[in-house]
């Protein structure tokens, strides 16, 4: 039977303002990016949050992206890749606190919107946050996108690297995700979506952009929760699957 982990990205929110259906994406999901404050969520988002998936069973992992609240995350940085580590460094062990206080943990690393995209080429900031995970556990995977820098980087250096796709996003022939700036970046059709989805597990391509086929083969597929209809969206993902023999799983086992 064919396995893929379903992941989501939560808590992101901060004070008052809420983006996410956390409780409902959490009957869906088997792994958690839960954000680390930088871009999104404050200690007690962290908190409920992390208690919330410890208490359904589901992975809890690292949201970790640039110091850039008011940007979402979704800005380029020229940070210093010494900078960059500790930044990192600084978001996994907040999330480990409450992770541990949980009674859970910290069980893998995936970086957060700019700073995923850049780190797909950008072999210096790819680098600082290799080293960042290796420092705090070097145990730790980290998810990330096939054939990225950030993946290449991460297995040289002894860390797992977990292979992702996205359910709603477009790619360009290269394999990489089309800018959000660009149109048909985000895609909104439920029945498209769950297709690719099913594709993605089964056969491991995707349709780019221009029609041509992409080589994916995930282990994890990431459910966007920001998307409007997310959780609908996600039932649907979640029983096309099983349906179509795959078995959803934490790819942490």
Known sequence: MTGVDLNADLGEGFGVWRLTEDDALLEIVTSANVACGFHAGDPG????????AAGRGVAVGAQVGYRDLAGFGRRFLDIAPAELTDDVLYQIGALHAFARVAGTRVAYVKPHGALYNAIVHHAEQAAAVVEAVRQFDPALPVLGLPGSEWLRQAEAAGLRPVREA???????????????REP???IHDADEV???CVRMATEGVV????GSEVKVRPESICLHGDTPGAVAIGRRVRAALVEAGVEVRAFTG
């Open 207 to 210: 349709t780019a952009i221009d």
């Open 166 to 180: 996205f359910a709603d996003r477009a790619y360009t022939p290269a394999g990489t995700l089309v800018s959000r």
């Open 45 to 52: 988002v962290l908190r409920r949050v992390t208690a919330a």
């Open 194 to 196: 769950v297709r690719r």
């Open 184 to 186: 048909g970046a985000v």
